[in-house]
Nanobody
Framework: LQLVESGGGLVQPGESLRLSCTTE????????VAWFRQAPGKGREGVSS?????????EYTDSVKGRFTISRDSANGWVYLQMNDLKPEDTAVYYC????????????????WGQGTQVTVSS
């Protein structure tokens, strides 16, 4: 399963970005998917997760609740992360990952990873 992230970029504080996690075919719909991020000099942090097509359970880390929304396309399973009111502390490389295990924010549970997309929030 090859994951491809897109949608990153340079924005000012308060602006929005929408990240996409895609793959060939419809196989992603059978996996739980999460977004992780890694800021310079820091470890990787779980941002948000969404369960497979079955029930669309979602989870968010506290620092993004109310600002980020995770969703997925019911036809192909592609996953999106809408990021609003971005802050400089959101600056990081964002990765999507897929898991056949629990839809949590533990990176050890995710078997498949994309290469990441850079998000930079700066004035």
């Amino acid at each position: 399963l090859q994951l491809v992230e897109s949608g990153g970029g340079l924005v000012q504080p308060g602006e929005s970005l929408r990240l996409s996690c895609t793959t060939e075919g419809i196989f992603l719909r059978y996996y739980n998917v999460a977004w992780f991020r890694q800021a310079p000099g820091k470890g990787r942090e779980g941002v948000s997760s969404i369960s497979s097509i079955a029930d669309f359970y979602t989870e968010y880390t506290d620092s993004v609740k109310g600002r980020f929304t995770i969703s997925r396309d019911s036809a192909n399973g592609w996953v999106y992360l809408q990021m609003n009111d971005l802050k400089p502390e959101d600056t990081a490389v964002y990765y999507c990952a897929a898991s056949a295990q629990e839809p949590d924010l533990n990176e050890e549970d995710y078997e498949f990873w994309g290469q990441g997309t850079q998000v930079t929030v700066s004035s």
